[in-house]
Each structure stands twice: as structure tokens, then as C-alpha cells.
């Protein structure tokens, strides 16, 4: 039986002005395991996510990572985000940094690695993820797609026992989608503990071991990958009809 690497419970995220984001949602993840989430703009998914990673308190509820709590007040911050893993959909590098100092800068401040160790774990992940080639240049010189892939071996490099991924690919242009796409798909091959909230649905159809509908702060549906094809709650087949019809507008404006 897989050990469970992240266990959210009854989470609730209250914003300022009295919006309920999340309310009272749980859910936990298994070693190897990559789980979606889906649902509409504003459903809290990408809350959820930045409550599991610390970049917001959640108003209550507990975060589980193997076994130990982690939205504590005495929860070292900088260790979780070296344990927990995070993709932003705005990539997030520096662009003052090269690539290769990019990844090597959590690898000497947060793992204490001296220049030469992290330059080699760093040029490792880099080749994982196919931008060795690309060490020297600096992030206004690459592509969205290529900022992303060394977003995520920036998360890689430092070992995470679970990788967030919050909306990987809608900053991009759609050809520059599908390295990104591909570089996640083989990450979930190798067995890597993955939690994605994307609006990629065959994505999350085909790599996922499970997916998590939210809609309006609450978990609406959740289950295998195969709910994408039957979904069994109205508010699930709502969701997935309005998709469709999305795409055929666009298509039809392409046309």
C-alpha cells in the first residue's frame, strides 16, 4: 500500500472582505500518485495549492505531510517549500540570474550545497527536462515553454516529496504547450507525487491517477481519471459541456 505523502483536511480559506474561497475541502495524496484538479476561474483551486505551500494561511483546517503538520506557527517555512515543490503559472525566475544560477541558488542557500555540488544537481535536472543546452542564458532569452521547463527543474533540483503545479501551461502560447505538457507526463511516468490544478482536461484525463472536480469552494466530484468520460454529478457534466462549447466558438472563429 503507497504511504500517504499529503492529507488536506477540512481546509477553509476566508479572504479579506469575506469571501469563502475554500470551504472545508479534504483530500489526500499517495506516494507515485498525481492527482488534478479541475474546475472553473474562481472555484479556489489555485487557493488550495498556496495553502498547501504556505503562501497563504489557511482560516482553518489542517495540512498533513507524512504525518506531520505543517500549518503550524512553528513550521519552518523554507524547509516546507524545499519538501513541497511549486510550478507557478507565471514562472517566477529571476531575471537578473542565468539558468543554471537560477537552480542553483535555493540548491546553496536553503541545502547549504557548496557551488560545485549544485551546479552538477542542477545541470542533472536541467537535462531531465531538456534545457542543458540553455544553461548560460538569461530568462528574457527563452520562450514560455522553455522559462517553464526550468521553472519546474528548479523544483525538481531541490528533491521535493511533492511537486504543485498551479496552472502550468496558461501563460503560454498554445504551440509552446505541449514540451511543457510532455515534461509533466514524464514526470508522473517516473512516479514523481504530483498535485496539478490545470484547465488541460485531456491533459488531466491522461495522466492522472485522480482527478478533483471543484466548484464554488467545495470538492464536487472526485474519482479516476475515467470521470472525464462519465462524469456521474450534473455539476461535473455542466462543467465539461461548457468546455465543449468553448471549443467549438473557438473553432468556429478560426474558421
Same mark, same amino acid.
Given at each position: 500500500?503507497? %504511504?500517504? #505523502? ?9 479572504? @479579506? ?18 492527482v @488534478? ?12 495549492l ?7 494561511? =489557511? ?15 512553528? !513550521? ?12 507557478f503559472?507565471?514562472?517566477? /525566475?529571476?531575471a537578473?540570474?542565468?539558468? /543554471?544560477?537560477?537552480?542553483?541558488l ?10 560545485? *555540488?549544485a %551546479? *552538477?544537481a ?5 537535462? $531531465? ?25 528548479r523544483?525538481?533540483?531541490?528533491? =521535493? *516529496? ?11 502560447? =498554445?504551440?509552446?504547450?505541449?514540451? #511543457?505538457?510532455?515534461?509533466? $507526463? ?6 514523481? !507525487?504530483?498535485? #496539478?490544478?490545470t484547465? %488541460?482536461?485531456?491533459? @488531466?484525463?491522461?495522466? @492522472? ?30 462543467? /465539461?459541456s461548457? /468546455?465543449?462549447?468553448?471549443? #467549438?466558438? *473557438? ?5
Amino acid at each position: 500500500m503507497p %504511504e500517504k #505523502v499529503l492529507d488536506v483536511e477540512d481546509l477553509h480559506m476566508i479572504y @479579506a472582505g469575506g469571501v469563502h474561497a475554500v470551504k472545508g475541502i479534504s483530500f489526500e495524496v499517495k506516494q507515485g500518485e498525481s492527482v @488534478a484538479i479541475i474546475g472553473s476561474s474562481g472555484s479556489g483551486k489555485s487557493t488550495v495549492l498556496r495553502c498547501i505551500n504556505r503562501l497563504i494561511e =489557511p482560516t482553518d483546517g489542517k495540512i498533513f505531510l507524512k504525518e506531520e503538520q505543517v500549518n503550524t506557527p512553528h !513550521t519552518d517555512v523554507n524547509d516546507l517549500r524545499s519538501r513541497i515543490g511549486m510550478v507557478f503559472q507565471s514562472f517566477e /525566475l529571476f531575471a537578473h540570474l542565468r539558468v /543554471l544560477d537560477n537552480i542553483t541558488l535555493g540548491l546553496r542557500h536553503v541545502k547549504g550545497m557548496g557551488k560545485m *555540488e549544485a %551546479e *552538477e544537481a542542477a545541470m542533472s535536472v536541467l537535462e $531531465r527536462v531538456d534545457m542543458l543546452d540553455r544553461i548560460d542564458a538569461y530568462p528574457g532569452n527563452l520562450s514560455g515553454g522553455q522559462k517553464q521547463r526550468v521553472a519546474i527543474a528548479r523544483a525538481l533540483a531541490m528533491k =521535493p *516529496e511533492v511537486l504543485l503545479f498551479d496552472e502550468p501551461t496558461s501563460a503560454l502560447d =498554445p504551440e509552446l504547450i505541449g514540451s #511543457v505538457l510532455e515534461t509533466i $507526463r514524464g514526470l508522473a511516468d517516473e512516479g514523481m !507525487t504530483m498535485v #496539478v490544478v490545470t484547465h %488541460e482536461i485531456g491533459f @488531466a484525463r491522461d495522466v @492522472a491517477d485522480r482527478i478533483i472536480y471543484m466548484d464554488q469552494g467545495v470538492v464536487a466530484e472526485e474519482g479516476p481519471s475515467s470521470i472525464i468520460n462519465n462524469p456521474r454529478t450534473e455539476r461535473l457534466k455542466k462543467f /465539461l459541456s461548457s /468546455l465543449h462549447e468553448d471549443e #467549438v466558438v *473557438e473553432q468556429n472563429d478560426v474558421d
